[in-house]
C-alpha cells in the first residue's frame, strides 16, 4: 500500500503542476493567435453544468477457512476493514474521475484519470491480487523424501499501469507516455531432487523460497496526421528483476571422478532486460481503399547468460472496398527471429557452470546447444460478402512459412508450412433468430512440436434467440480434431523413433444460457458449460539400456462441467436481492502402459474434483441517505477420489461482506 500511495500522491502532484500552467498560459493578456476579426461575434458553446458525484463506503469482511485454500484460491482470506469509493467532477475544462476500492491488505484496486480539455489525459490504474498456492505433500517412494512444510504458500501480485498524452494546441499532434509496472511478491514451495542424480544418494525435499519479482516497462512515442497519412513513433524500455533469492544452492558431496564435491548452483531465475523502436503509419480511413504498415526492432537480453535475441518484425494491411457489398483485405507479416547465446554460462562469478573445472577427471561435459533463429512469413487474404441485409459471407486462406537455424541440434524440422482456410456466416434468419458459423481447415507440414497435429478441423457454431422481450436464450458449440502420422520422437542418440507415429486430439466446447425476467421485478438466469478434451498418442520411454520403448494410443482426457443460477429480485428501487449458486464437476485420467515395471503410475494418474460456490447479496438503500448492503459468500472445493498420494485437499471457505455506503 505504500508504494500505491506514493505512486497517486506523485501523480496527482503532476497533474496540479501541468494544470496550473496551462491555466497560467491561458490567464495571459491578449487575445489568442488564430482569431480574426469579426469573431467575437460567433457563437460560442457552453458546456453544461455537472453537479460533482462523490460515494465513499466501508465495512468489514469476515473470513473463515476450513481445509483447502483451494476453497477461495485468489482471495486473501484474512478478516478484514474494507474501503472504497468513487468520485466524479466535471468542471470544464477539468474532468476527474477516482475510484478504489480495498477489501484487504492484498486485495485493491484503484483507478484515476484526468482530463483537460483535450490537451492533458492522464489515467492511471492498479489491480492489485492474492493467489493462494498448493503446498504438496510429498510421500516416501523409490526415493529418499522430506515433508513440505506446514505452512501456506502465496503470491501477491500488483498490475500497475499509466498513460500521459499531450496534445499539440489546434493541430493534430501527441506526446505520450505510457508505463507498466508489475510486481509479484511473497513464498512459493520449491520441490527439487537434491543429490547427484544417479552419482549418490537422492533425496526429493521442498523448501520454500521468496518470491520478489518485478517487471518494469516505459513507452514513449509521438503521432500526427502528416497530410493523408498518420505517423506513429514509439521506443519502449523494459525490465525483468527476479529478486534477491534468483539462485538456489545446493552442496554435494564427492562422487570420485564423476563431479567435484562443493556448493553448486540451481533453479536460476535470470534477469532480462529489452528494448522497442516502433514505426507505424496508416492512411486516412475513408474512401475505398485504406494501407497500414507496421516495423518492430525488439533487442532483448540475459543478463545471467549473456544470451542475446534481436527481433525484426513488420507487416502491412491492405483494405479495399471493390462495391458497398464486397470488401477485400490482403494482410502480410514478416518476422526475423537472430538468437545468440554463449558456450559457457557463469552463474557465480568466476565459476563457469558449464566447465570440466568442476570435474576432476574431465568426464563431466555440459554442452549448451545453440539456439534456434528463424524467419517467418505470413500471408493472408480475406473476402467479405454481404448480398442483402442480415446476411455477412466471409473466407479467408492463410500460408506461414518458418525457415530455420540450427534445426540438426535440437532435432527439429529445417522448414514448417502452415495452411489455413476459413469460411463464415452471419446470418439472421428469423425475426428473432440469429446464427453465426464458421469453419476451419488447417494442414501443417513438418509440425516443430507433437502437441500441433499434421491436419485440424476446427467447426463453430453460435445460435442466440429472443422469441418474447422478457426471454433471451443462446447455445454455443465448437468442436476441434487434429491428427498426425508422423510423431517426431528421437531415441538417446537423436534418431527418430520409427514405432512412435500416431497422435489424435479432439476438443469440444458447449456453452448454454438461458434469461427469463419471472415477473417484472424477478429476474432468473440459468447457463451451462461443457469442456471436453481427449488426447490419444504414442509415448516411448528408454529402459536401463537406453533401448526405446513405444507405448502405443495413450489416452489423456479431461471433462467439466459447470451448472449456475441466478435469481435477482428488486420489488422497489431502493431495494435488491441477488442469489446464486455455481457447481462445477471435473475429471481427468491419464492412463500409460506398466513397461518400465513402475506399477502404480496409473492409480495417481486420476483426478475428479466437485467445486460448489453459493452466494447472497443484498442492499438497502435508507432514505437515500446511505445504502446498507450485506454479502455472504460460501465455497468448497472436494476431493472425491482421496488419493493419499495426491497433492488435492478439501477446503471449505465462508465470507461475510458487511458495508455501508453514502453518496454526496
Known sequence: MNKLTFILIFVLAVLVSVVFAVESRAEMPGAPEGITEGAEDMPVYQFPVVKPEINLYTGFNSVHLDGSHNAAEYQYLKDSIILGGEMRVITYPHRLHLDFNILNEKDYDADISYAYSDVVLFRFQNTTLFHNLDNIRLSSGSVNSVD????????????????????????????????????????????????????????????????????????????????????DISHSEKRFSPGPEHVLFNEYASAGATRNAGVYPYSLNPAIKSSANTLKLHTLYSGGLVASATFTKIKKENTESGAKADY??????????????????LKYRHKDMDIDNPETI?????????????????????????????????????????????????????????RRDNYEEWHLPRDTERNAVSLSADAKIAKNVKLMAKYTHRNISNPATNNEPEKADEGKVNLSWMPLLELNASLGYDIAKG????????DSSGNRVPSADR????????TANLSYLLLKDVSLTFTYAYIDNKVEQDLVYNNATGAPLTDHSIPYKEVANNYSFDAAYMPKSNFLLNAGVSHTNSKGNFYPSDLLGQSGINSFSSIKIRETVFS????????????????????????????????VNDGKAHAVLLTLRKEW
Open 148 to 231: 513440505g512444510p506446514g505452512e501456506h504458500y502465496g503470491i501477491k501480485s500488483s498490475m500497475n499501469n499509466f498513460v500521459l498524452r499531450l496534445k499539440a494546441p489546434d493541430f493534430p499532434a501527441h506526446f505520450y507516455i505510457s508505463g507498466n509496472y508489475f510486481e509479484k511478491n511473497g513464498t512459493r514451495q520449491q520441490i527439487s531432487l537434491l543429490g547427484s542424480a544417479n552419482f549418490n544418494n537422492r533425496v526429493r525435499t521442498t523448501r520454500e523460497r521468496e518470491t520478489e519479482w518485478t517487471t518494469k516497462e516505459v513507452t514513449v512515442g509521438v503521432n500526427s496526421l502528416l497530410g493523408p497519412v498518420e505517423v
Open 312 to 329: 525484426f518484425i513488420g507487416s502491412g494491411q491492405v483494405m479495399w472496398m471493390i462495391m458497398p457489398k464486397l470488401t477485400f483485405f
Open 346 to 402: 557463469f552463474i557465480i562469478a568466476g565459476i563457469p557452470v558449464c566447465s570440466s573445472t568442476n570435474n576432476s577427471a574431465g568426464t563431466y561435459r555440459c554442452e549448451i546447444r545453440p539456439s534456434i533463429s528463424s524467419m517467418t512469413d505470413t500471408v493472408s487474404g480475406i473476402l467479405r460478402y454481404r448480398p442483402f441485409g442480415g446476411f455477412t459471407l466471409t473466407g479467408e486462406y492463410s500460408y506461414e512459412d518458418v
Open 483 to 490: 491428427k498426425s502420422d508422423d510423431l517426431h520422437i528421437p
Open 503 to 510: 497422435s489424435n486430439m479432439k476438443r469440444q466446447r458447449l
Open 616 to 647: 447472497v447479496l443484498g442492499k438497502y438503500t435508507v432514505r437515500k441517505i446511505f445504502d446498507i448492503g450485506v454479502q455472504y459468500r460460501y465455497s468448497r472445493f472436494e476431493d472425491v477420489l482421496d488419493h493419499p498420494d495426491d497433492d
